[in-house]
């Protein structure tokens, strides 16, 4: 499915990209005219073989309506892969697996901390320093199935971001519509493919 049409099911995934991409064809609208389309059901369904997965729904809805989000870093991160930046990703964590320092391995009920890096980790925003936000596949408790994570190289250690990527875009979309995103046109910041580069405000 390409765009926004029809209904997701999913408390308004699609209705929250409806609001991302109304702010983009206002204050960025080129990129808004490179946002890629909707991934297809082959492209998802190859991307979870691959990784041994299966999306949460809200994720795959939100690769139906787009497959990746460049020129925008979003948060204090950078921008959403496609999935096929996602596999490419993954594959190349498999190297950060093995045990954490036993003082980091002490288990709090949020994030496994027996391990360095789960395969279960399916990074979809690189931060560019060898950092990646990730949807949480193996979480200590089924419940938390689905939740962000921020991994970090430093310590190899995972922070809580958020319960899924339904509530990531939300607050991304309700930032963009608060005006707290500025456009760098001139090329002056790191952009994909040379599209202006949508960034928080810095804050005093």
């Not at 594959?91 to 045990?99: M, P």
Request: glycine share 12%.
């Amino acid at each position: 499915m390409d765009g926004i049409n029809g209904m997701d099911g999913m408390d308004g995934m699609q209705q929250i990209w409806a609001r991302i991409e109304t702010v983009l064809g206002r204050i960025a609208p080129k990129v808004l005219a490179a946002m890629p389309p909707g991934a297809t059901e082959e492209e998802i369904g190859t991307a979870q073989a691959v990784m041994g997965v299966e999306f949460p729904e809200d994720v795959k809805v939100s690769y139906r309506c787009r497959n990746g989000l460049p020129g925008v870093l979003i948060g204090w991160h950078a921008a959403l892969y496609s999935l096929g930046q996602m596999v490419n990703d993954w594959r190349e964590r498999a190297d950060d697996a093995g045990d954490p320092p036993e003082d980091d391995r002490e288990a709090d009920g949020v994030i496994r901390r027996d391990i360095s890096w789960s395969a279960g980790w399916i990074p979809f925003i690189g931060i560019g320093n060898g950092d990646v936000i990730c949807i949480d596949l193996d979480p200590p408790t089924p419940e938390r199935r689905g939740q962000i994570i921020d991994w970090s190289h430093e310590g190899w250690r995972a922070r809580y971001e958020t319960a899924g990527l339904r509530e990531f875009l939300r607050e991304f979309a309700s930032d963009l519509e608060a005006d707290r995103y500025e456009v760098d046109d001139a090329g002056n910041k790191w952009s994909d493919n040379g599209l202006p580069l949508l960034s928080l405000k810095a804050t005093g």
